[in-house]
């Protein structure tokens, strides 16, 4: 068994029973779910959107490999709506980076693993720009030691949380 750090949102339509469908079809197709934070609100990050985003982070126990695993947070997201070609073509007329969407799943961790493939990259590349995963995160990992950057997730909390107060002051 694996230990995958998981995290789940969206903005579009009912987010909060979609969260927890997810959670289900986690538990039933890539392991049972352990802990689950608390779901964060949070403004759309790196686009404008009206509507704010719901997030929240899962423990899950899982024996998929990976790349096994994404393939079933994917087929996860298409049974509960989400359409990246949509996305896409979206992102491609406007130029936008992201886009809104009723459910998005990332694998955050696996393990301590390093992973780098054309599909996947674990941990998550942008775990430390990101204070809607680092909030959750904390409330039982603050002493977790990112594999890859050697802080734990409450020092990349705080290093984030003084960039932005910096940037606000500017």
Known sequence: MARAIILTGGNVGDVKTRLQNAQRLINQHAGP??????RYKS????FDAEEEFSNQVLEVDTDLMPEQLLD???AIERELGRDREAEQSLKQRTGARYTSRPI???ILFYD????????????HPLIQEREFVLVPLCE???DYRHPV??????ELLEELKNRNETHEKA
């Open 72 to 74: 079933a947070l994917q």
């Open 140 to 142: 039982w990992m603050r």
């Open 112 to 123: 301590d693993r390093v992973i780098r493939t054309e599909r996947l990259t674990v941990p």
């Open 149 to 154: 950057l050697g802080k734990t997730v409450g």
């Open 33 to 38: 779910v352990m802990r689950c934070s608390h």
């Open 43 to 46: 403004r759309a990050w790196g």
């Open 104 to 106: 998005d799943i990332d």
